[in-house]
């Protein structure tokens, strides 16, 4: 179950209801899918053959299908990052760049866990949303954010968008946010 920290104050929301009803204000979709449902052999696998992934995408086809059909998703795929991933430092360098899309910035997590840090409301400023299996989150276009990994550094997630072309990032210079 996904975890939010509000980094103005610290604060910590973790029970569901509370977790959607915060990410609803925040205009972030959020939802759970059952993540037993993956193949026990799946559940805690880092590194997926082409086969390995087309199973998990057909595990949760009717998910998927449902969620592309309410938001106008075309395309989807499978992303896998762990320790065995070449270069896995330069992605994550990549991706924690706080940033924006063109569309947005969708990620079922079937194994593993990371966070999105997304700008918040101005009440709420920046805010982290830990993901764990099952978790799906939906940062709307135009929204500043980015993505990184965990302590474990392991994570697998369908990622679906509405351009073919897929994960695109613009850049957003922000004086006002801080690392963690």
């Known amino acids: 179950m996904a975890e939010i920290r509000i980094r103005k104050t610290n604060e910590r929301i973790s029970e569901e209801s509370k977790v959607k009803s915060f990410l609803d204000r925040q205009h972030v979709l959020y939802e759970h899918w059952d ?100 978790d799906v989150i939906s940062v709307p276009e135009g929204t500043p954010h980015f993505f990184t990994l965990m302590e474990n550094k392991q994570i697998v997630a369908v990622r679906l968008f509405i351009e073919t072309e897929g994960w695109v990032a613009h850049p957003y210079e922000d004086a006002s946010f801080q690392r963690a």
């Open 35 to 134: 993540s037993g449902k993956l193949p026990e052999a799946l559940q805690e696998k880092f590194q997926l053959t082409d086969k390995e992934k087309q199973q998990v995408l057909q595990t949760y086809e009717s998910e998927i299908r449902d969620l592309a059909a309410r938001r106008g998703y075309q395309t989807w795929d499978i992303i896998t990052l762990s320790e065995a991933t070449p270069n896995l430092d330069e992605l994550l360098h990549k991706f924690e760049q706080v940033h924006t899309h063109i569309e947005d910035e969708v990620r079922a997590v079937t194994a593993g866990k990371g966070i999105f840090v997304i700008k918040g409301s101005d009440d709420a400023g920046y805010f982290d949303i830990e993901l764990k299996a099952g």
